[in-house]
Structures are given as structure tokens and as C-alpha cells.
């Protein structure tokens, strides 16, 4: 059963714009949230993270907000470019374990 | 963050025969990780690796399938035994990376014909 979920395959952004990417989560159990970005035929790089103690984390461009009401998160990348097209995934985890949960990825195209 | 080297970074293989994966990781690490991401999937947990003990495997893995060996505190491998088309997939190790979530291997493509 799939805990985590991406429900946008992909998304297309004209770049300069804003790109939000969006995640859904079942289990409450998740106290942590993390953004991986993954390039082709490379392994996923750690993006940007949230505790769910805060609603907001904000690094440079990528600002990560946490609505557990919801159990929702998403990712915003402002201003969008070209170099941010690649497949993005969300994960969560709970203090119970180390396992990440992962969505299923949401590929982004930035257009010049 | 911690730097992992993983190969082979792909692999075409007949089925029948197994693979071994390796990571080397530049830095002692208590945990490491073996994730699976089938086509068009998820990336999924299939066991932690700890130095000096068995690993431990997530459900619907099995140690005569996966086996795993952590010989030290930078090292583990995978293998993918006795292997199907349906084994055909990207495997990633993984380690916790203080500060910078869990840092990933660069990945094996395995294709099993």
C-alpha cells in the first residue's frame, strides 16, 4: 500500500516561473519529510527536508510547506530553470524506523 | 555529506544467474540501506545492512534472494540471486547523512534477459 503519493506524473514549468510539486501521505505516524532530486542514471540527491514540528523550511529557491491537517506537503522552486528538470521524489519517515517511504516521483520539465 | 560509490552502474544478465552489487562509502557508517525502484515505481526499502550483525529485510524480501554483507563499516554488497526479468530494476544504496537526510549511491541498472 502505497503511504506516500505523487499524484503528478509530470509537471511543465516555463522557467522563471514557479514550479509547486505536490505529495499526500496516509500514515500519521511520519514525523519527517524529505525532497530528493534525481538527474538520469544518477542516484537521488537529498533536496530539502521539514520536521513535522514546522510548516515551512525554506532553502534558497526550494521552500518545502507541511499542512498535516492535510498530510500534505509540497515543494516550490522559485524562480524555476532549466536545471531544475528532473524527477523529483518525496519521502517520509517516522522515529519508529529508518526506512524512507517514497512517492512514486513527479517529473518536472523547465522551458526556457 | 558522505560520498558512495556503488557498481556497477549497469548490468545486463541472463536470467538464472546472480549479481553482486557493491558501495563503498568514504566514511564509517553504522547503517546502510539497499533500496529497489522497478519501472515506473517507487524506490523501496529492501533491507538494512549493520556492520557485525544479519541484516535485516523488509517484508516481501528474503535473504536467499538478497543476500547482503557488511564486512566492515564502509563496505556492504548486494546480490540479486537466481535472477528473473522481474528483478529488473534500479538498486541504490543508501547511508544516513547527518544534516543532509540519507545520501544515495549513484545506482545499478540491472537488466535480466
Known amino acids: 500500500d502505497q503511504q506516500v503519493k505523487q499524484n503528478s506524473p509530470s509537471l511543465s514549468v516555463q522557467e522563471g516561473r514557479i514550479s509547486i510539486l505536490n505529495c499526500d501521505y496516509t500514515?500519521?505516524?511520519?514525523?519527517?519529510f524529505l525532497w530528493y532530486k534525481k538527474y538520469p542514471a544518477e542516484g537521488p540527491t537529498f533536496l530539502i527536508s521539514i520536521s513535522s514540528i514546522k510548516d515551512k523550511n525554506e532553502d534558497g529557491r526550494f521552500t518545502v510547506f507541511l499542512n498535516k491537517s492535510a498530510k500534505h506537503l509540497s515543494l516550490h522552486i522559485v524562480p524555476s530553470q532549466p536545471g531544475d528538470s528532473a524527477v523529483y521524489f518525496c519521502a517520509a519517515n517516522s522515529n519508529s524506523g529508518y526506512a524512507l517511504n517514497f512517492g512514486k516521483g513527479t517529473s518536472l520539465l523547465v522551458t526556457p | 555529506s558522505a560520498v558512495i560509490s556503488q557498481k556497477p552502474s549497469r548490468d545486463i544478465c541472463q536470467r538464472g544467474t546472480s549479481l553482486t552489487i557493491q558501495c563503498q562509502v568514504d566514511s564509517q557508517v553504522t547503517m546502510m540501506f539497499w533500496y529497489r525502484q522497478q519501472p515506473g515505481q517507487s524506490l523501496t526499502l529492501i533491507a538494512t545492512a549493520n556492520q557485525g550483525s544479519e541484516a535485516t529485510y523488509e517484508s516481501g524480501f528474503v535473504i536467499d534472494k538478497f543476500p547482503i554483507s557488511r564486512p566492515n563499516l564502509t563496505f556492504s554488497t548486494l546480490t540479486v540471486s537466481n535472477m528473473s526479468p522481474e528483478d529488473s530494476s534500479i538498486y541504490l544504496c543508501?547511508?544516513?547523512?547527518?544534516?543532509?537526510?540519507?545520501?544515495f549511491g549513484s545506482g545499478t541498472r540491472l537488466t535480466v534477459v
Open positions: 543508501s547511508v544516513v547523512d547527518r544534516g543532509n537526510g540519507y545520501t
Open positions: 500514515n500519521s505516524m511520519f514525523d519527517y
